[in-house]
């Protein structure tokens, strides 16, 4: 295991994210259960530490893709939880105007390309953008590429670690390993030894990280998106995690026993992390005002959303295409 | 300077013009550098280096997907697929990605790319690589999809395509490589969604595209020379957004419009041109495309379902001779 100098800063940052990631999505799962979202909203509990620890090192000048699951990923990137929110509201004001929703989450100004309805789909695109860096010689620009353990079973992430490798490309990928694709055990419908061993069978070196120890990751982060930076070529990282809750907000998993996500609860970023820091002679009351605060933005964030109007219908026909642009039903 | 090239040459000098203009322009598929499987790209690996030709693995979702990445990022890729059938192994990049990008991240980027897709039946092919796939793509919104079937058109649709903000499906016709025409360097683009006039008639609108525009002057000539109908040829060029305008127009003229394509006529684009046609105007219609088969490898059956001139002109006669309440004989309706 890593083991990197301990930065309270770097640390509370990451801590500060995750509670802004958490409390972003039990205010969304409350928002869908009282019928005020309407579309399908994916929650990333209980993975929060691998979104805020490796977007700690990320530019806006970095680009990210990820899944139906990337809430955190945003948050993490920089986006407004705000817009967000009203994204999730599908409100005019929403991140993507209310067009995209929950699973068609991006908020471009600050460098992520999009979340994706389609699992592994965001990879391709990511190397694509990273091909682009190559090709334009913008050296240290990075892209990221978030995706789950079932993703590995999708072509394109076969093809698209093989084009990293083959163009020697700045991407990083992420695997973030929650055991389930979907509603079953990703190891019934997996064969061989994972998502590692598929990453260095093609020559990309693969690191494996406890994906709920934020300040690991914020260690092992750091010096792959170093090595990318420098030119070393794609990288990835396999970072070990549980999805506290259903595949969507609406699933209670009944696939899995209760004791099961009992006792993965005891293993919560969050209360690791509060752990850590208080070892680290951290004040208590502080890193309950960080949870505070970003309980209240969050509730404020909410408010906002559902105060805001719907897209005007006009919205419709814009943004379909310059070419044959759709002007009425 | 006005020279007399190839289809395949024609584009190729449009991509080369375009790469020059823009350095942001670039082309990514399998086997560029060698020129690509039918040469459209010979020379250009070396003229402008084998990172804006890229040579790429035999992964079309990737090369697709990637293209789509690289747009977003603000590079304009002109992506290959080789043969349109293998651009299905990228369907979900071209029309989850590509396609719905703009709309569903709420205007935030643009996919300016280009997917070319050589398509349609060519020397005994067989199934797998001699479709002709436009109107897939047609029913998709946030698609352009053009075919061109003249070596200028090659030259200056391609340029717009390359230059639109939006993904366009380009599919050239492998049968028309080889074909010629004038073209003029250093031209103009011809825009995209405008019809070419191809011939002027009197008694039917002969609406095609792609190979079937010269199997359609074959046609009227044949007609011409049994004393038949005097035919209008109207090449779309761009399947997506098609020219009414241009079609309602001539309808109007002729009070007949017979629609020609290579595709299988079931819920082929000639089905949405016909559809329109008859909501709107009081004209007789017709569509006709090949029978609802795989194209079968044997020459005397990849003969059978091919369109040609002698076809057009009997479903010409057809259209003349029927009454509406006789369209049940209607070539392309399925028996029971």
Same mark, same amino acid.
């Given at each position: 295991?890593? &083991?990197?100098?301990?930065?309270?800063?770097?640390?509370?940052?990451?801590?500060?994210?995750?509670?802004?990631?958490?409390a972003f999505e039990e205010a969304a799962e409350k928002a869908l259960d009282d019928g005020k979202v309407s579309g399908a909203v994916h929650?990333?509990?209980?993975?929060?530490?691998?979104?805020?620890?490796?977007?700690?090192?990320?530019?806006? &000048?970095?680009?990210?893709?990820?899944?139906?699951?990337?809430? $955190?990923?945003?948050?993490? &990137? $920089?986006?407004?939880?705000?817009a967000m929110m009203s994204e999730l509201f599908g409100r005019a004001d929403g991140v993507c105007g209310g067009m995209g929703g929950s699973m068609h989450i991006a908020d471009f100004s600050v460098g992520m390309l999009g979340a994706n309805g389609v699992v592994a789909a965001g990879l391709p695109i990511a190397v694509g953008a990273a091909h682009a860096f190559k090709l334009r010689s913008e050296a240290g620009r990075v892209a990221v590429a978030f995706f789950g353990d079932g993703a590995i079973n999708r072509g394109p992430f076969l093809e698209a670690l093989n084009w990293a490798q083959?163009?020697?490309?700045?991407?990083? #990928?992420?695997?973030?390993?929650? $055991? #389930?694709?979907?509603?079953?055990?990703?190891?019934?419908?997996?064969?061989?030894? $994972?998502?590692?061993?598929?990453? &260095?069978?093609i020559g990309i070196p693969a690191a494996r990280v406890d994906g709920n120890d934020v300040a690991a990751v914020l260690a092992l982060g750091l010096d792959l998106l170093a090595l990318i930076r420098q030119g070393a070529g794609p990288q990835f990282l396999h970072a070990d995690t549980y999805r506290l809750k259903g595949h969507t907000a609406v699933d209670s998993a009944p696939y899995r026993p209760a004791s099961e996500v009992e006792e993965r609860w005891r293993d919560d970023?969050?209360?690791r992390c509060t752990d850590l820091l208080q070892t680290h002679g951290i004040d208590y009351a502080r890193l309950a005002g960080i949870e505070q605060d970003a309980r209240s933005e969050m509730t404020e964030a909410v408010h906002s959303a559902e105060c805001a109007l719907w897209p005007k219908p006009e919205r419709l026909w814009r943004d379909v295409q310059d070419v044959g642009a759709p002007t009425a039903w | 300077m006005v020279s007399e090239i190839t289809y395949l040459e024609a584009s190729r000098l449009a991509l080369a013009e375009e790469m020059r203009r823009d350095p942001d322009v670039w082309a990514l598929g399998e086997d560029l550098g060698q020129g690509g499987v039918f040469g459209q790209y010979a020379g250009l690996a070396e003229e402008f280096g084998s990172g804006r030709i890229a040579d790429t693995p035999i992964s079309e979702a990737t090369i697709m997907g990637a293209a789509v990445g690289a747009a977003l990022v603000g590079t304009r890729p002109v992506i290959e697929m080789r043969f349109a059938d293998f651009a299905l192994c990228a369907v979900d990049e071209l029309v989850n990605q590509a396609a719905k990008n703009r709309f569903m991240f709420g205007s935030q980027g643009r996919v300016p790319l280009v997917v070319r897709q =050589?398509? @349609?039946?060519?020397?005994? +092919?067989?199934?797998?690589?001699?479709?002709?796939?436009?109107?897939?793509?047609?029913?998709? !919104?946030?698609?352009?999809?053009? /075919?061109?079937?003249? =070596? %200028?058109?090659n030259y200056g649709l391609l340029k717009s395509a390359i230059? /639109?903000?939006? =993904?366009?499906?380009?599919?050239?016709?492998? @049968?028309?490589?080889?074909?010629?025409? =004038?073209?003029?360097?250093?031209?103009? !683009?011809? !825009?995209?969604?405008?019809?070419?006039?191809?011939?002027? @008639?009197?008694?039917?609108?002969?609406?095609?595209? +792609?190979?079937?525009?010269?199997?359609?002057?074959?046609?009227?000539?044949?007609?011409? %020379?049994?004393? @038949?109908?005097?035919?209008?040829?109207?090449?779309? *060029?761009?399947?997506?957004?098609?020219?009414?305008?241009?079609?309602? %127009? +001539?309808?109007? *003229?002729?009070?007949?419009?017979l629609v020609v394509h290579e595709a299988v006529a079931v819920a082929g684009f000639g089905a949405e041109i016909i559809a329109t046609v008859a909501e709107e105007l009081n004209v007789r219609v017709s569509r006709f495309g090949a029978p609802r088969v795989p194209v079968p490898y044997a020459p005397p059956l990849e003969e059978m379902i091919r369109i040609t001139p002698e076809k057009i002109a009997g479903a010409a006669w057809r259209l003349m001779e029927e009454r509406r309440e006789t369209s049940s004989t209607n070539h392309n309706k399925q028996s029971e």
């Open positions: 295991m890593q &083991k990197m100098n301990f930065d309270a800063t770097l640390i509370l940052e990451a801590y500060r994210t995750m509670w802004r990631i958490r929650l990333s509990i209980g993975q929060e530490a691998i979104a805020a620890g490796i977007c700690a090192h990320l530019t806006a &000048k970095d680009v990210i893709t990820t899944t139906h699951r990337g809430h $955190g990923h945003t948050i993490a &990137k $920089g986006a407004s939880p705000a083959v163009f020697e490309l700045p991407v990083l #990928f992420v695997c973030e390993d929650n $055991g #389930f694709s979907a509603t079953t055990r990703t190891r019934t419908v997996t064969a061989g030894p $994972g998502p590692s061993e598929r990453a &260095k069978s970023p969050i209360v | =050589p398509s @349609g039946m060519w020397r005994s +092919s067989a199934a797998q690589h001699s479709q002709s796939l436009e109107a897939w793509y047609a029913h998709i !919104p946030g698609l352009v999809v053009v /075919c061109p079937a003249t =070596p %200028a058109d230059r /639109c903000d939006d =993904p366009v499906v380009y599919m050239e016709h492998k @049968g028309l490589w080889q074909t010629t025409g =004038p073209v003029s360097e250093a031209s103009d !683009p011809i !825009p995209l969604g405008k019809a070419r006039m191809v011939r002027e @008639g009197r008694d039917i609108t002969l609406v095609t595209w +792609s190979a079937m525009v010269r199997a359609a002057q074959d046609a009227a000539v044949l007609l011409e %020379a049994q004393a @038949g109908p005097s035919v209008e040829i109207i090449d779309l *060029r761009t399947i997506y957004p098609w020219d009414r305008k241009t079609v309602f %127009a +001539s309808a109007r *003229r002729t009070g007949r419009v």
